[in-house]
């Protein structure tokens, strides 16, 4: 059976380097099916259905949807709304009016589920009409997923940009904590392991939400690899909790804020990185302390976005047009690994991706919880994409002091 009708497209959450492929990769493929009457983009995502802010994509030229596909960020706009089911009766009354009958949400978790709701209203309604979410988030926490398109790109800047902060530290010894994002999940900060090459390269320790963080076994780390190198770099994840899962962020302030779904807001603020300095200078004694807290220069950092992730963005949006229009099927896209290096795409159930968070697993994780294994290099490499600088060095023999060292 061919649905005939129109197709909206929103795009939620935080914006990637690669959002915008998986945006033009279903416009195109959508706009190749006769049953297909107009192609709507949601601008500010569920938030713009509800307040019926469509652009038509389908008077939009190949070209200029192509320059959009390489641009980072969401083109659509975005919005952090949570629709609970009231919000969701509203976007199916408003997708029911304009005659919708594919609906593409690109976005996390949360979106998955926002696409779980509308599309059970619809059958609630006996309407006809496909809801497909397409895989997104720089943290890649999505369950049932290889990894999600987003990370690849934001795992290559955070390595970039430890690599890079390697090099000062070692011009300019001291000890340098980086805050990365990551509420639940580790992936993202745990990606500046890719800076290090040579045996005392930093970041010398990696800190992830997956293991209680201990002040007492921070500083003996953070003592441990200054007292060897006399220096020390530290990548840490914003969302680290202690044993009882309280995040940091609560227990080292008191002046802490709250987002609209009531969690602790962890990436508006450099406070946990200048915490953790402070605890460096006061208990070690060490004076040159630095801190810098990535914040959102992550998500679309123009310059530094992997091909890997560009090519699978763009194709998990034409897998969810075919599967949708196609095949007339709901669901969820997900990246499934088949080799080193290869991908196939599949579809899951809303349900079994909605509101579910992925964790780093076990072994990518080494044994004090302070760094990565082998295994998670060997499972990130292939997507932070091709040329990837390393650092070098100079390798050249020290000359003999004539002097000794006496005036």
């Not at 969401?74 to 969701?88: N, Q």
């Not at 070692?170 to 090459?197: D, E, N």
């Amino acid at each position: 059976m061919k649905l005939e009708g129109k197709v909206v497209i929103a795009q939620g959450g935080g914006p990637t380097a690669v959002i915008n492929q998986s945006l033009v990769g279903v416009t195109l493929e959508a706009r190749k099916f006769p049953q297909v009457s107009r192609v709507y983009g949601a601008l500010y995502g569920v938030q713009g259905i509800v307040n019926e802010e469509f652009i038509d994509l389908t008077q939009e030229t190949t070209h200029n949807l192509e320059q959009v596909a390489n641009t980072p960020s969401s083109a659509l706009l975005s919005t952090r709304d949570k629709p609970d089911e009231a919000y969701c009766k509203e976007i199916f009354r408003v997708l029911k009016a304009h005659g919708v009958r594919y609906f593409f949400y690109i976005g996390g978790n949360d979106s998955a589920d926002a696409v779980r709701i509308v599309n059970e209203e619809a059958q609630l309604a006996d309407y006809e009409f496909r809801a497909i979410h397409i895989p997104k988030t720089i943290d890649n926490d999505l369950v049932l997923n290889d990894h999600t398109p987003g990370y690849g790109s934001a795992a290559r800047f955070v390595a970039s940009a430890f690599t890079g902060v390697n090099l000062d530290n070692r011009a300019l010894p001291g000890v340098y904590i980086g805050v990365v994002m990551g509420r639940h999940a580790g992936f993202l900060t745990a990606a500046s392991a890719l800076a290090q090459k040579y045996p005392d390269d930093g970041p010398h320790l990696i800190y992830m939400p997956e293991r209680p963080f201990s002040e007492e076994n921070f500083l003996r780390d953070v003592k441990e690899v200054y007292e060897r190198h006399g220096r020390c770099v530290v990548a840490v994840s914003e969302g680290i909790v202690n044993d009882k899962g309280v995040p940091m962020m609560t227990i080292l302030t008191k002046n802490t804020e709250t987002d609209a779904h009531g969690n602790v807001q962890l990436s508006g603020t450099g406070a946990l990185g200048d915490l953790l300095s402070g605890l460096v200078k006061d208990q070690l004694k060490i004076k040159r302390v630095r801190s810098d807290t990535f914040g959102y220069l992550q998500r679309s950092f123009i310059g530094c976005v992997s091909d890997v992730d560009q090519r699978e963005a763009r194709e998990v949006g034409e897998r969810a047009a075919h599967y949708a229009i196609w095949y007339n099927l709901d669901g969820s896209i997900s990246i499934q690994r088949t080799g080193f290096y290869s991908v196939n795409y599949q579809l899951e159930k809303l349900e079994n991706v909605a509101r579910k968070t992925r964790l780093m697993p076990a072994e990518f994780i080494n044994a004090r919880g302070n760094g990565v294994t082998d295994d998670f290099l060997f499972y990130l490499r292939p997507l932070i994409g091709s040329g990837f600088e390393a650092s070098h060095r100079l390798r050249a023999p020290k000359v003999a002091k004539l002097l000794n060292g006496n005036s």
